[in-house]
């Protein structure tokens, strides 16, 4: 939304849900766009490019785990997310 005002682009929104499966609905039913990395992109939707729309900033993932967390499991799955999603990954964050 920061981006569409900053390009001055008008926006309003049509859909608020909770769930990914629901924002994909509401987007494949053309109510709206829905931003999501390409690596991650559902099935059936297109990407938009600029100048139709800004280009967004990069975002950042966290991954936030419960002191009890099986650290083995931890750290296999942060391996994942590292393989997958490239250097900008730095870490565990444990609470």
């Not at 849900?17 to 509401?26: E, F, I, K, P």
């Not at 490019?49 to 499991?73: C, G, I, Y």
């Amino acid at each position: 939304m920061e981006a569409l005002e900053r390009s001055g682009t008008p926006w309003r929104i049509v859909c608020s849900c909770q769930s990914l499966s629901g924002l994909t609905a509401a987007a494949r039913a053309g109510m709206g766009v829905l931003v999501q990395p390409r690596s991650l992109a559902p099935a059936g939707l297109r990407e938009i490019p600029p100048p139709a729309l800004p280009p967004l900033e990069d975002v950042e993932f966290v991954l936030v785990t419960a002191l009890s967390a099986d650290q083995a499991t931890v750290s296999a799955f942060a391996r994942k997310v590292r393989e997958r999603f490239g250097k900008g990954f730095a870490g565990v964050t444990r609470s």
